[in-house]
Every structure is written in structure tokens, then in C-alpha cells.
């Protein structure tokens, strides 16, 4: 288990774990919901349609 907090390098706080302080795992918040992180997904195909994609043909 790792004890240093991925944002800053300062040791790891229980009440914050993984991070270090609620400033820290606020910054990690912020970076995924601007787009800064992103999982990847699997390309759709033509048996997996877009929930947009309506059928029309």
C-alpha cells in the first residue's frame, strides 16, 4: 500500500486515503471531472449502438 499522496508526495492521512488532506483529493476531483483523466473505452461497433443512435436507416 502505498503512503505517500499521489497530488503532493506528503504521507498519507486516514481520514483522506489515499491523499494527504481534503485539499489534495479535491485537486484529484477537479482533474477528472475537467477531462485531465480519462479511462478509456472500448470503440462501439454495429451491435453496440450508441444510446444517441436511434436506428435510422
Do not use: H
Not at 477537479?30 to 436511434?54: C, H, I, K, L, M
Amino acid at each position: 500500500m502505498s503512503t505517500a499522496c499521489p497530488i503532493c508526495g506528503k504521507p498519507v492521512v486516514a481520514a483522506f486515503r489515499p491523499f494527504c488532506s481534503k485539499r489534495c483529493a479535491d485537486l484529484d476531483l477537479q482533474r477528472w471531472f475537467t477531462g485531465r483523466y480519462v479511462v478509456p473505452g472500448a470503440d462501439e461497433d454495429e451491435e453496440n449502438p450508441s444510446s444517441t443512435d436511434f436506428g435510422a436507416e
